[in-house]
């Protein structure tokens, strides 16, 4: 019963700040709401005994992504005509699309039979995770930070100004 | 989970906060509107990775269950590559933001021929 009433008020929390994201024309009011889908979303990680990744989740995506899409908003919009330029054109072929793809795989979903297993005690995961990243997936996180090495860069070379004299 | 949570209400949900996020992504004009949609999509997408992985992902071994943590190495991916993407994306914002004063992406169609 608390783990109905736990998941349904993270689930509100969730659904809600990611609607007032998606129909808010304010960009400013829709960045501060993508912080309590983001929070709403580390609650379902912890619910799915997910302890490492949940406050992976907290570090990079609050810490880092929306930090860093609020200093985008504040430098690209003068504060004064913030509401005039969340225009939104075709409102309705967005609506219908989305619902449609929406609808279309809630029927995939709630008709297919998923493969279950028993449900695990929960227990740290944090030493697994750090040992099949130095074990099994020793190439991709290796890659990782490759990748990201060259955004870092590109970012750089991208966003900086170009002295032309 | 005892309280009568199933996979099917994470699906469910990681459902709907797909859609917000395609609607997003659809019906804005805004490069960071459309950016903030890519990043609902990606947080749904590893809404599923983790209940698949944590009501799928137990592997009973005679009796004992072993656990097994591919989902959240998978998310932890998508995260990195969300953040990677997040600082790219941003950063084409502001490029487009000092050549044309503007980020309403109807606007910056000089390549449209």
């Not at chain 1, 509401?83 to 075709?90: A, D, H, K, L």
């Not at chain 1, 028993?118 to 227990?123: I, L, N």
């Not at chain 2, 890519?38 to 698949?52: D, K, R, T």
């Not at chain 2, 071994?61 to 969300?82: E, K, N």
Request: hydrophobic residues 60%; contains cysteine; proline residues 2%.
């Amino acid at each position: 019963m608390l783990q109905q009433i736990i998941f349904y008020a993270l689930a509100a929390l969730t659904v809600g700040s990611a609607a007032f994201t998606a129909f808010s024309r304010n960009i400013v009011h829709s960045t501060f709401a993508l912080l309590g889908a983001f929070m709403g979303v580390v609650g379902i990680y912890v619910l799915l005994a997910a302890d490492f990744v949940a406050m992976v989740q907290l570090l990079v995506y609050v810490g880092g992504i929306l930090v860093v899409t609020i200093f985008a908003v504040m430098l690209t919009q003068g504060i004064a005509d913030v509401t005039v330029s969340n225009r939104e054109v075709g409102v309705i072929p967005a609506l219908f699309t989305s619902v449609i793809g929406v609808a279309v795989m809630l029927y995939a979903v709630v008709r297919t039979q998923w493969h279950q297993t028993p449900v695990p005690a929960a227990a740290p995961t944090t030493y697994a995770i750090g040992n099949a990243f130095l074990g099994d997936y020793i190439l991709p996180f290796e890659v990782a930070s490759l990748v990201l090495l060259a955004a870092l860069i590109g970012a750089i070379v991208i966003s900086r100004h170009e002295a032309k004299e | 989970m005892g309280g009568g949570i199933t996979l099917y209400h994470f699906l469910v949900l990681s459902l709907i906060v797909f859609g917000l996020g395609m609607y997003c992504v659809l019906s804005r004009r805004n490069a960071i509107g459309i950016l903030m949609g890519v990043e609902l999509i990606l947080n749904s997408a590893n809404i599923n990775y983790l209940a698949f992985d944590f009501y799928g992902g137990a592997k009973g071994i005679t009796g004992a269950v072993a656990y097994h943590y591919d989902g959240q190495i998978f998310a932890i991916f998508v995260i990195m590559l969300a953040a990677a993407e997040a600082v790219i994306g941003l950063a084409v914002v502001l490029a487009i933001y000092q050549n044309f004063k503007t980020i309403d992406v109807s606007a910056t169609e000089t390549l449209s021929g």
